[in-house]
Structures are given as C-alpha cells and as structure tokens.
C-alpha cells in the first residue's frame, strides 16, 4: 500500500526528542523494493495522486497526477527537528523528466519549509504549517507558447533573417533559420520560488544546448534543466546558513560538481526545524497565472499542460547523510545502488556510472594522453578532526578497494589525494591554509620494470614533494600489490603515527607498515586532519609506441568497489605503536582501571610483579625495547637491569617474576592492539597466553598468565611518561 497523506485526514505528528546518536541515514529512500513501499516518506495529497508505484519503473517512484489543480509533494513522516542530528547534513534529491519532454508548461524540482517556531506550538496535522515558516522551492520549469518567441526567454532563435545580423531572442543562434528555428517559441529554465531569500529566487539562467541542424530536423535540446536526470541538494549548514544547489545531466557523464548557492537566514532567528523537504510537483495555477508575471511575459494565452493523461514524474532517490566531522562515517559507499554517487565530486576527464557494473562504480577515463580522474567527497574541507579536543582518540581509517586496469595495456597510478593534516603548530601537510601537496600514499606500475610500487611522497607548507619512508616488513611482496582487486588501508592511530596497509583478497589479513612516527620528519605531532580523503587515478603511454591510451577501443576502466571512512581501528595489529625506548611507560589495567603493573617493594618478595594503585612510583614505569621478531622486553624503571619474565618451574610456569634482563622467551611479549586505546600482551614462550589479572577476591592484586581472550583483564591502557631513561 502506497504511503499517501490525506488532506481531509489529521497525519499524526510524532515529535522525537532530540538524539545525537540517531542515523539520519535512516530518513534516506532510493525506491528501489518492489511492491511500493515508500517508507519512511509519505506522499500528497492523495486526491491529486492518480497512481504512485515502484514497480512501473523499478527503482523510480513514479506518480501519474489528477486535475485537482494542487501541488504533490513528498517529506519524511516527520518533521525534522534541527537537534535531531549532528550539523552539518545533506539531502539529495534525484528526478527525472518521464515523459515530460514532449509535454509542455509543467515543473518539478526540490521543496524546501523550515520553521523557526518552537517545537511545542508544532501542529499535530502534518499538512498544517507551524508559525513563523518559510519556504523555498527550486523547480526545472518548461514553458510553451506564442509569448516565449517574442519576449526575452526565446533562448536560441533569432526573429529575423540571421544575415541582417539581429539577434532579438534570448542569445540567438545566427545558423539558425528564422522561419523554422529550434523550438523557439519555448523555454527551459531552473527558477526558484518562495519567501526564504530573494538571492535565490527567480530565473537561475542554467543553460542548455541546441543540437541538430539549423532547419532542425532531428534537432533537439540537451543540458542543464533539459536534462533527463536531475539532480538537487540541501546542506543544513548551521541553524541560521543552508546551502542549495542544482546539477543535472546522466550520472554516466562527466560531473564537476554543483550550481550551489548559501542563505544565511538569520533574519528570521535560527532554524528549530525542517517541516518539509523533498520533491514536488506544480500542479496548482503557478505556471499560468503568477510565472508570466514575475518572467515579464503576456499570460495569454494560457500556459496549459498539453496533455495531462500523458504526463507522469519519477522520483528516483532521496537521500540523507551526515556531512558532520561527528559522522564523517556517512561518506562511506559501497556503490550498491545503480545509478547513485552523489557523495561525490568527479574531476577531470572521465566518465563515471554505478550501473555498468553493479556493484561498482565505474571509471572510463577519456582518450587522452595522461587521462586522469579524482573523486572527492562532497564535505571536503568543511571541517577537521582536532585531536587536541579528543580525550581517547580511537584512531581513524580509510580503506578503498579497486580494480585497475590490465597493467602492460595501461601503465596506471593510483593514490590518496588532498589528505590535508595540520601539526600542532599549524603548519600545513596538505591543502589548507596554509596550502601545501598533501600526502599521497598509493601504488603505481613500473612498465619497464614490469612491477608496481607503493609510493608515500607529501608536501609540507608548499615546498618540494618528500617521500614519508613507510616500511613494510617484511617487505610488500609483488603478489599483493599486482593483485585484481587490490585493497588498501591508511591508519591514524594517535597523533604521533601514520600506517598504511594492503592485501589481495578480503578474506586476507592486513599486510601492515611499521608505524611511521610523524614527528620526526614533522617535528611534532599532528594536530588536525580533514577526515574526508579523495582518490586520484590515471594512467599514461608509458613511453611505448603504438599502445595506450587513445587506442579505440582500449579506453582505461577503473572499478571501486567501496570506500570506507572509519573512527577506530578494525583490526588487532602486532606492533601498533613505534614504541620510544628512551622514555618510560605506565601499564594501566582494563579491568580495574585505577591500578597500575607494579613491583612489589617488600625486601625478600621485591621481584614480584602486581597491581597496584596508579601513581608517580618508579615500580610503575616500564621501558619498551625492541628483541626482534615483532616482539617487545619489558624492563622495570626501579630495578632496572630486571624485566618481567615467566617463572619456568612446572605448576608455576603461569606465574611472573622480575629477574635479570637476558634473552628468553619468557621474557618476550607480543603487543597487539585490540582498540579503544587498549593493548594486550602476549608471551613468546607461551604463545596462546597473555598478561592477565586473577578474578578471586583478595587475590585480584596479582597477574599472572591466562589463555589470550577478550577479557578487560587482559586489556592495558599503555601511556608514555616524561620520565626518560637514564
């Protein structure tokens, strides 16, 4: 049953109290499930709506109107409320013309009503307006009639001979023959109406091309708002500034990004809620009474649907995500939905589509030496992630998995792009202010090598491009990195290190870097980072005659199968921190997080190891040195030619004891990161077992080995001190 809001029915009103951890993705609908489910979108009013099904056109809404002479509009069930969800958010909405082409005097576009009342004086009655309500509508527009050939909007033909050299239409084509020019007696255009700003009001002058022959036989028009997809975004910037925009064309065609225009309403207070947002369709007397007015043009005679019985819209996604450095999550896709990539911004010379090859998006990049793409979100460089402000930084990943193209036919490169990051100080690593390059780990392959490399160079406030010395060890074997598809991750664990992974198949551990410590190229730590990463890819004639690109029909194709944002890291790591063995560290418990890895001090009993509350106490300092393998000592800050080891004596061999520092097994720990800020220590003589405090009443002082498992006893907060190693 189709989701219709009745005009003589009160839609009840459910008023959710502000939530921060509600998914506004949840608001999100791509018409895409059989049997015309529309939820949680409603549309109306039912006695204008003839017919309304997701089944006619699969993955279309598509509604079939009456004459009831009264705008059809599409919301959410609710209103939104502006504390609903972390700002800044986006909502795209995408439609298409149907059979309007041939039709004439109709609109459809974006409907946009935001209230600045409180939330308490909200009707129940979803089609009532709250008080203190404004409104705006951004509407694709055709108009047909005698009037359009003589006034300002004839777009195209000139009304006399082209010889004479007059041109008294809108721009006017002089090829163009007088006596039978291109539709010149209607118009296309993107107008905006409302009361929220006079900025974006009226004719937004998109244009659109003529295309045929001057007698226009077979002729026809294309671009803009007479394109066959259209496209329309809200950015709920703030509660007093939103942003608008409007692009148009198949999502198959190259796509530089957005007519964009910002409101600051302010004027009227500030924003408490979005009463409606959505697609609407102008079915009231607008088009014939009021536009002829505000266009400058006679209204007679009337400008009339042609043929209503033909003329149906289709509504093809309305989606919401967050825009938020709260939710920088949102920007993830997974390129499931045919047809939609509107998270994106697409540069350069490529044809970009998500129905190709379901599943993913697809990039064709164009007959061009050195063709090159980049996708970036479309948050980029609204905020940053500020580390200084964030307590337990959980670290933050970026995984992409991509198809390149055959590696002798097209010499490729792919790579992280506009990564911009910010040391405490302020310098830039990346675009910014101050600008820089940017990091931009990623692979390429070596044609005269016949293998591919992973590449790490990066800018520092605009000097020469570097190279950051990631290591892999062992080293990235070939078999990874020529591997279709191919799989990369970049890590930010803490504001001191960077980590960079790949693997072949995704069932597959991480084949992981050694941290690489920031602050000895930089100098410091990191102090910002702009979540929101772009990916750039081309490719190149490699030097080889007669192969490449501009070759038909060898055009270079990129697939993406997902891009991920992510807070936290995924996956236990060996090795997560470029530990400093100059400076001591605090080994804190999970389990009772006020304690601490101690030293008994009690004369005979002095090399027992036990928790203890945390404290300034030279017991509890711990250095971290390198014994190879992957695996770490742990030598004590009071007596320090001692390290924690396992006592090898039967019974007792899961019981520790400090003893001199020497080369055993027992005395060698596997570190593994196991999130949250929290890692867990692992024996290399025993290797199923880890650090681990006793659960028995008075005895849950001591530690002692137990087997490796997700136990909060086993879970130590490592903190580095500003105690250095003498």
Known sequence: MIRFVALITIFALTIIPANADKDIRELSQHFITPGDDVSPWVFYPQENIKDLSTD???GFATIWHREEGKDIKGVPEDPIRIDDYPLPWEFHLGLSRGTQAPQSNWALGLNLVLTFSDPSTWPEDRMQLPPDTHSFQLLTTHLKGPQIESGPLNYFAPSSDPLDGKQD????????????????????????????????????????????????VWGDLAGGPMSHSLHFRVKIVSPTMIDVGFSAGLQGEPHPGWRMRTIDVSRFGKITGIWEIGPIISLDNWIAEDLPKELGISASPPLKVSDPSRLFYMVDYAVFFGASVKNFEHLSDDFDVPGFHAKWYHEAGAITDAYTNPGYLTVTLLPQADAIWAMCPTAIGQDQIDLSEIEDFPGYEYE?????????????????????????????????????????PGVEY?????????????????????????EFEPELPESILAHKPLYMLMQIPDASH????????????????????????FGEKLGKFDPYICFWSGVSKGGAAARGIGNYPRYPRFLFDYVTYRWGLTTPTEQAEDWDPDYYYRFTNGWQTGKSLDVVNDGDRNDQVQLANTGN????????????????????????????????DGDKNNQLHLVDTGNFSGQM???????????????????????DIINDGDRNTQVHLANTGNFSGQMWKVEKTDVKVE
């Not at 721009?171 to 006079?198: F, H, I, T």
């Not at 300092?621 to 090898?648: C, E, H, L, M, P």
């Not at 720990?669 to 290797?687: A, L, S």
Request: hydrophobic residues 30%; contains cysteine; charged residues 25%.
């Open 56 to 58: 006619e056109h699969p």
């Open 169 to 216: 239409g809108h721009g006017g084509d002089p090829y163009v023959k007088a006596s039978s020019g291109p539709r010149k007696s209607e118009a296309w255009m993107l107008y905006g109406r409302g009361d929220l700003d006079s900025s974006v009001m009226g004719n937004w002058k998109v244009p659109y091309n003529w295309l045929g022959y001057p007698d226009a």
């Open 400 to 440: 992409i998995c991509w198809i390149p193209p055959d590696d002798e036919t097209f010499p490729w490169k792919s790579f992280m792009t506009s990564f911009s990051m910010w040391t405490e100080s302020g310098k830039s690593i990346g675009y910014g202010n101050p600008a820089g390059g940017g990091w931009t």
């Open 446 to 470: 070596l044609p005269k090598e016949k293998k591919h490399r992973f590449n790490s160079t990066y800018n520092l406030v605009g000097k020469d491009f570097n190279e950051l010395k990631i």
């Open 498 to 521: 960077l980590r960079v992974g790949f693997k072949a198949n995704k069932e597959d551990p991480w084949h992981l870097s050694k941290p690489f410590d920031v602050t000895k190229v």
């Open 617 to 648: 106490f030279t017991g509890q300092r711990w250095q971290i040195t390198d014994a190879g393998d992957g695996y770490y000592r742990f030598t004590n800050g009071w007596q320090k030619d001692k390290s924690i080891d396992v006592i090898n």
């Open 669 to 691: 720990w596997k570190i593994t990161d196991v999130g949250d800020g929290y890692f867990c220590f692992t024996n290399g003589w025993q290797t199923d077992k880890s650090l």
